[in-house]
């Protein structure tokens, strides 16, 4: 009986852990690019999808399964339909997470997830995306108008939506990267603590080039705030270094 058991659980498990790979993993290509896993909340949903479909899910197999047992494939059946009702909830909240669009504000990149993303309201037919689409990078700018910009602030003041959530004020990214590039911070003051220093050394060593041909942006993300690496030329997204961004001003202080 036991030996049954076991064979039916392992049996469970291995098929829950190729399908939850295969899920995750085409999360990961369209919608997560590597750099911003780091900085959003998908390690948090994902690990409550595997702790579900990987551990509740053939628990309650190994508990269930008798062999002769009549009611055996309605048990089973429930405990399918709870593992996919948890898994379709777990993808759904990742959908919702995902950023469409990776916005620079002022000084800064913003992830805009899913669920806050409105594609349908930008100017530029290039960026109304599906909100199903991987992130699309773009520049909110401020209106030039004074009357209008003024409206805005007090908006931004009073329902506290700032611009990076207005997509009637974005922009297309690759007609302002030298505007982004500006905002670079100083790498001398940002990696001056030695911890810093030894992140930019790895990040040196593993995509090559010196730390002046690329430009240190502030990223805001859902569970954390960090660099983003940017190559000077192209204003191509590298990768994140992990360290606190607001450093550069604090010590300007």
């Given at each position: 009986m036991l030996l049954s058991k076991l064979k039916a659980s392992a049996l469970h498990l291995l098929l829950s852990f190729v399908i939850i790979s295969l899920a995750i993993s085409l999360i990961i290509i369209f919608w997560f690019p590597d750099s911003l896993i780091q900085v959003s909340n998908f390690k948090e949903i994902t690990l409550l999808i595997i702790s579900i479909?990987?551990?509740?899910?053939?628990?309650?197999?190994?508990?269930?399964?008798?062999?002769?047992?009549?009611?055996?494939?309605f048990d089973l059946s429930t405990i399918?339909?709870?593992?996919?009702?948890?898994?379709?909830?777990?993808?759904?909240?990742?959908?919702?997470?995902?950023?469409?669009?990776?916005?620079?504000?002022v000084d800064r990149f913003t992830l805009v997830p899913a669920i806050d993303?409105?594609?349908?309201?930008?100017?530029?037919?290039?960026?109304?995306?599906?909100?199903?689409?991987?992130?699309?990078?773009?520049?909110?700018?401020?209106?030039?108008e004074r009357k209008e910009l003024n409206e805005l602030l007090l908006q931004v003041a009073t329902e506290g939506t700032?611009?990076?959530?207005?997509?009637?004020?974005?922009?297309?990214?690759?007609?302002?990267?030298?505007?982004?590039?500006?905002?670079?911070?100083?790498?001398?003051?940002?990696?001056?603590?030695?911890e810093s220093k030894n992140k930019l050394d790895k990040f040196i060593k593993k995509f090559g080039k010196s730390k002046e041909d690329y430009a240190y942006i502030p990223l805001e993300g859902a569970s954390k705030d960090a660099?983003?690496?940017?190559?000077?030329?192209?204003?191509k997204p590298i990768d994140i270094i992990d360290i606190n961004p607001w450093i550069q001003k604090t010590a300007k202080k």
């Open positions: 479909d990987l551990v509740v899910g053939p628990l309650l197999t190994f508990v269930v399964y008798k062999p002769k047992k009549k009611s055996l494939k399918a339909v709870i593992q996919i009702s948890a898994l379709a909830y777990g993808l759904f909240t990742l959908y919702q997470a995902h950023p469409v669009f990776i916005t620079f504000n993303a409105k594609p349908k309201e930008t100017k530029y037919d290039s960026l109304k995306i599906s909100t199903l689409s991987s992130p699309k990078l773009v520049i909110a700018k401020l209106p030039k700032d611009i990076d959530l207005r997509p009637e004020y974005y922009h297309p990214y690759e007609d302002n990267i030298n505007e982004i590039l500006a905002k670079s911070l100083d790498p001398s003051i940002l990696f001056e603590k030695p660099i983003w690496v940017l190559d000077k030329k192209t204003a």
